[in-house]
RNA sequence: GGCGGCAUAGCCAAGUGGCUAAGGCGACGGUCUGCAAAACCGUUAUCCCCGGUUCGAGUCCGGGUGCCGCCUCCA
């Protein structure tokens, strides 16, 4: 069947644990859900991920010619949320509206799209109540002591995205899941939940309270995106039993065969290997990430591996005294064992870096001088040929249709990126002509990957400028004196006084710094 | 205990049964350079183990081993 698509794309679905050809349940259009954040705190990596992997597959879906309605819900009535407020005594709407600002800041950093509805809980009470009712009237739940439960035991296919047999679920009953005399059966979960004494209600037919969590995103992809839709993504432990319970609200109350067509579960990151947690070593916030990097690196950084794997992030922590690489024990009890220093956590947490993100950012770095190259010459060239058809783009989007596979894509970059390099640096025995066209196809190719993934779309001599000044401001580099000495070592040069030449740049290669002196004169970078 | 995933070079990593197993980092050799750096070129793996299916398996099936995750809030 025709999905008004140039090629068909295969994608993963976690329902039939199957890669499938992606089949629309209207050609050409495609809805698109992502489970977006609670918004109690500042957002972790994590998050970042799982916004930066549907925003990407909506971006390819887009450039693929299909008409997509993109929505990332915000979760703004949560336990967690009220807990906070109750910690701070302030209302719960304000800490869902700090935060949901914090993370729409965030996302914006991170070169995600805006989603086409943001939809929140708080917006969405009718919908949510009306979605229960209709449950009730159909006997897939039921009404105890003004909380409202899901009777599991009424839908049959319970189980089947998370592949779990209820009875399964129910052995470890007494040591796993919270035993509630109100409950029919240990597995019943809460669509809404009276409220207590303090808590922020809403008004339903069973009195005062507020949604559980898992029924806010079957009423908003009902509102937003009907009955069913196309592609529901979010993070891998999701899947049960949020996005379980998703299916038994929805199929419940729209009946057999509707909501999601295809589940898409991003994997988790670690941090030094370890799956995040809120000790020193291995918790961080999008936050902090971004105060140590381009956030188009860390973007780029994400996008290196298939979005179903996991990511590791390394870590590293030099002892301020002596400079040895300290381990996850000395991180965590703010001890150097080589020298006996004790700087304390904070201040070795201050000192974290990420080795796979400064390799992200020299690749990154590579990539827009290469783009930088290619413009200036394209644009110093009197005329340009009209760009020819490269192998580029095609290569790119064969791994993109193949379950939106962003690190085979990349790897794609490389010869074409290397071919271009050659081009720059070729000043004699290639066709003049031929080298334009083949750099403005190169150019525009490059345009489109950038239009897919969000990435390498930057000005390349802003991006390469504002590397520079960033690491020039965390290395506390004095960029006068760096001239200074430019401009003593060009002089040294021209006399051709090598000694003192590379007197210099031995001073500057302390400084950190690299120098390249090229036919055009002598650039700089840090080393 | 139940369920699921992963195992590809020194490190990271792609691989939709079939030509010489992408790519990146690192290392080594080379071109260029006053010397370097950058850039470019080249070298750097038979895919955890055992058995099976197949004309053919890293890719499918079974059994091991080892990591990891979910089953409780979690992206």
């Not at 949320?81 to 729409?104: F, H, K, L, S």
């Not at 990511?311 to 922590?317: E, G, K, S, T, Y």
Request: proline share 6%; charged share 25%.
């Amino acid at each position: 069947m025709n999905q008004g698509l140039p090629q068909p794309i295969l994608v993963h679905d976690t329902f039939t644990a199957a890669k499938r050809e992606l089949e629309l349940r209207e050609p050409g259009r495609c809805g698109v859900y992502c489970c977006g954040p609670t918004v109690y705190d500042l957002c972790h990596v994590g998050n970042a991920r799982a916004a930066v992997v549907p925003d990407v597959i909506v971006r390819f879906l887009r450039h693929q010619g299909l008409q997509v309605k993109y929505v990332r819900n915000v979760t703004d009535i949560d336990d967690k949320i009220i807990a906070r407020a109750q910690a701070e005594d302030v209302p719960a709407m304000a800490v869902a509206e700090r935060y949901a600002d914090e993370y729409g800041r965030d996302m914006a950093a991170l070169g995600n799209l805006e989603p086409d509805v943001a939809p929140r809980v708080s917006g969405h009470l009718p919908e949510i109540v009306e979605m229960i009712e209709r449950l009730l009237a159909r006997g897939l739940a039921y009404v105890a002591d003004g909380d409202v439960y899901y009777r599991v035991a009424a839908f049959a296919e319970y189980g089947k995205l998370g592949k779990r047999r209820p009875e399964d679920l129910l052995e470890g009953a007494g040591s796993r899941i919270e035993v509630d005399a109100r409950k029919e059966s240990p597995l019943d979960f809460a669509l809404w939940k009276a409220a207590k004494p303090g808590e922020p209600a809403w008004d339903s037919p069973w009195g005062p309270g507020r949604p559980g969590w898992h029924i806010e995103c079957s009423a908003m992809c009902g509102k937003h995106l009907g009955e069913t839709f196309d592609i529901h993504c979010g993070g891998r432990d999701l899947i049960f039993p949020h996005h379980e319970n998703e299916i038994a609200q929805s199929q419940g109350a729209y009946g057999p065969g509707t909501f999601a067509r295809y589940w898409l579960h991003n994997g988790f990151i670690d941090f030094a290997g370890e799956k995040m947690s809120k000790s020193l070593g291995n918790f961080f916030t999008t936050r902090e990430v971004l105060a140590l990097h381009d956030p188009e690196t860390v973007r780029y950084f994400l996008l290196t591996v298939h979005y179903r794997s996991g990511l590791n992030f390394d870590v590293r922590v030099d002892c301020p005294a002596c400079g040895a690489e300290l381990d996850r024990e000395a991180q965590d009890q703010g001890r150097c064992a080589a020298c006996g220093a004790e700087p304390g956590r904070e201040a070795l947490r201050a000192r974290v870096r990420f080795p796979g993100l400064e390799e992200a950012d020299d690749r990154l770095a590579y990539v827009y001088a290469t783009l930088a190259g290619a413009r200036r010459l394209l644009h110093e060239a009197a005329a340009v040929p009209p760009p020819a058809p490269g192998e580029l783009l095609p290569a790119f989007c064969e791994h993109m249709r193949n379950d939106f596979n962003t690190g085979g894509a990349l790897g794609t970059l490389s010869r074409p990126l290397a071919e271009a390099n050659t081009l720059l640096a070729a000043t004699k025995g290639v066709d003049k002509a031929a080298r334009l066209q083949w750099l403005a196809g190169f150019v525009a190719d490059m345009d489109q990957v950038a239009a897919i993934l969000g990435c390498f779309g930057a000005d390349p001599e802003d991006w390469l400028r504002r590397r520079r000044g960033r690491r020039a401001a965390t290395a506390g580099l004095d960029i006068r004196r760096v001239e200074a000495l430019l401009a003593a070592r060009r002089e040294a040069r021209a006399a051709k006084d090598w000694a003192r030449s590379d007197a210099i740049r031995d001073e500057l290669s302390a400084l950190g710094l690299t120098v390249k002196d090229g036919p055009e004169g002598t650039s700089w970078d840090f080393a």
